[in-house]
């Protein structure tokens, strides 16, 4: 597959627990934060999205908070499995126009 | 539905030449954007195309061009290939404006030697 990222930092959990990947972003004017995944050899893949004026969003097995104060986002998964692996990206984005500014990513490994 | 498909899947080009890659969006998604991806600078922003126009555009020399055709289907263009272009080129497309789900297609691989 691809090489996503040689030098990404890693998180290791074990299958069942719980997974928080860590974001600092810059721009404070950015409307939409989102999380993307990316798997060897494919293109990023959306996952959730948060606007600028929530802190909190739930979605299915995942968990995504904004703190603006400190310009940090994070991606909660719960009961992580081994499909989860991957290479995780945020993003913030405008209101308008379609260009997403990406984080440097975390690459997420689950042990069986 | 068909994803995005991008082509060539893989390229080798020789410094100095030129390449052009092809990114055909999911059906109905007007807003076309590329981005490069390379293990030192992570994904970056190239280019968007909306209704044939480019809107967007990142921090990249003139030597990379896009442009967009009225079916939606985009292609990008880099010229004076340079060691540095080698990287894998993403496109990917979005239905609304803005949309925060981008659809990404595999990529192609370009190496420059």
């Known amino acids: 597959g691809e090489s996503v990222g040689l030098h990404l930092p890693t998180l290791s959990v074990q299958e069942g627990d719980n997974s928080i990947i860590n974001c600092a972003y810059s721009n404070s004017a950015s409307d939409y934060f989102i999380w993307y995944k990316q798997e060897s050899g494919k293109g990023p893949q959306f996952i959730i999205d948060i606007r600028s004026n929530m802190d909190k969003r739930q979605g299915q097995r995942v968990t995504v908070l904004l703190n603006k104060t400190v310009k940090h986002l994070s991606l909660q998964i719960a009961a992580t499995q081994p499909g989860d692996s991957a290479v995780y990206f945020c993003a913030e984005t405008r209101a308008t126009g379609n260009m997403l500014t990406f984080g440097g990513g975390t690459r997420l490994m689950v042990k069986p | 539905k068909a994803g995005v498909t991008q082509t060539p899947r893989y390229l080798i080009k020789t410094r100095g030449q030129q390449v052009t890659l092809s990114c055909s969006p999911i059906?109905?998604?007007?807003?076309v954007s590329w981005y490069q991806q390379t293990p030192g600078q992570g994904l970056q922003f190239l280019f968007e195309?909306?209704?044939?126009?480019?809107?967007n555009k990142g921090n990249f020399p003139g030597r990379f061009s896009g442009r967009q055709f009225s079916n939606s289907r985009s292609e990008m263009n880099v010229s004076t290939l340079e060691l540095g272009d080698s990287a894998l080129y993403l496109c990917?497309?979005?239905?609304?404006?803005?949309?925060?789900?981008?659809?990404f297609g595999q990529g192609t691989r370009l190496t420059v030697v």
């Open positions: 990917a497309s979005s239905l609304f404006d803005p949309n925060t789900e981008a659809f």
């Open positions: 195309y909306f209704s044939e126009t480019q809107r």
């Open positions: 059906s109905g998604h007007r807003s």
